[in-house]
C-alpha cells in the first residue's frame, strides 16, 4: 500500500528489508554459529525475500523504492537484475557491512551485533564491488533518487 501511495504522490519509499517471520526461522544451520557467539543470527533469506517481493510491487505498480542496509549478495544480484529491466530502484550499504565480516563476531563485543546481521567474506566482497560500480551507495543522501529533496 505505502508503495502505490508513494507513487501516487510521487515519493521513494524506503524499505529496511528484514521479513520478521524469517528472521525467527530456526531451520537456519547458521543460527548455530551465531548463537556459539551470543547472537541469535538470521537467515539471509529474511532479507532477499523483502527485496524479491517488492521489486515484483515496484514493477506492477511503476512506483520507486529505496533498499536500506543490504547485506548480501544475492540481494546485489537481485537488484541488478531488476535495474536491467528498468524498475526503479536504489540501494545502500552500512559501513560496517563492507568492512567487517561475522568473524568479528567470535570476539562477543556487543558492538558487533548490528542488524541485519555481519555477513560473510563473500557477501562483503559482492557489497565493495556493488559500491564500486554504483549500484550501491554509502550513505543515503548520496544516493541519485535523494537529490533534490
Same mark, same amino acid.
Given at each position: ?5 508513494? @507513487? %501516487? &504522490?510521487?515519493?521513494?519509499? #524506503? =524499505?529496511?528489508?528484514?521479513d ?8 537456519? !544451520?547458521?543460527?548455530?554459529?551465531f548463537n556459539d ?11 532477499t525475500v523483502i ?9 506492477y505498480l511503476?512506483?520507486?523504492i ?13 537488484? @541488478? %537484475? &531488476?535495474?536491467?529491466?528498468? #524498475? =526503479?530502484?536504489?540501494?545502500?550499504a552500512t559501513?560496517?557491512?563492507?568492512t567487517?565480516? !561475522? ?8 558492538n ?11 557477501d ?8 564500486k ?17
Amino acid at each position: 500500500m505505502a508503495l502505490d501511495y508513494g @507513487r %501516487m &504522490a510521487g515519493l521513494l519509499i #524506503i =524499505q529496511h528489508c528484514q521479513d520478521p517471520t524469517a528472521s525467527k526461522c530456526a531451520v537456519d !544451520e547458521r543460527r548455530v554459529l551465531f548463537n556459539d557467539f551470543g547472537n541469535e543470527g538470521e537467515p539471509g533469506f529474511a532479507e532477499t525475500v523483502i527485496i524479491s517481493r517488492d521489486i515484483e510491487i515496484v514493477r506492477y505498480l511503476g512506483s520507486r523504492i529505496h533498499f536500506a542496509h543490504v547485506s548480501l549478495r544475492r540481494s546485489v544480484e537481485l537488484i @541488478r %537484475m &531488476a535495474r536491467k529491466q528498468g #524498475i =526503479q530502484i536504489t540501494a545502500e550499504a552500512t559501513p560496517h557491512h563492507f568492512t567487517l565480516t !561475522e568473524e568479528v563476531l567470535k570476539s562477543f563485543d556487543p558492538n558487533l551485533k548490528v542488524n541485519p546481521p555481519l555477513r560473510t567474506a563473500d557477501d562483503v566482497k559482492a557489497i565493495k564491488e556493488a559500491l564500486k560500480t554504483g549500484r550501491l551507495t554509502v550513505l543515503p543522501a548520496t544516493c541519485p533518487a535523494y537529490r533534490g529533496r
